[in-house]
């Protein structure tokens, strides 16, 4: 069963920003899908068994904070 988490992450301004939070998030166990929405700073990932600090430490990882 999917699960579905949102974060928004204010740092992202640009494609670049984009790509590097959405391959480290892809790069989490569970995770199908990624969506980032630039214009409301507001990342959706989908996935199943989704551990909200992991991916969390994903788009730390990437150079970004969410809140």
């Keep these: 069963m999917s699960e579905t988490v949102s974060y928004t992450v204010p740092g992202?301004?640009?494609?670049?920003c984009?790509?590097?939070v959405s391959e480290e998030l892809r790069s989490v166990a569970g995770v199908e899908s990624v969506d980032v929405d630039l214009e409301t700073k507001v990342?959706?990932?989908v996935g199943?068994?989704?551990?909200d600090a992991t991916l969390l430490a994903a788009i730390?990882?990437?150079g970004y904070e969410a809140v």
């Design 12 to 16: 992202m301004h640009c494609g670049h």
């Design 18 to 20: 984009e790509q590097a």
């Design 43 to 45: 990342v959706t990932v």
């Design 48 to 51: 199943s068994r989704l551990d």
């Design 60 to 62: 730390d990882e990437a």
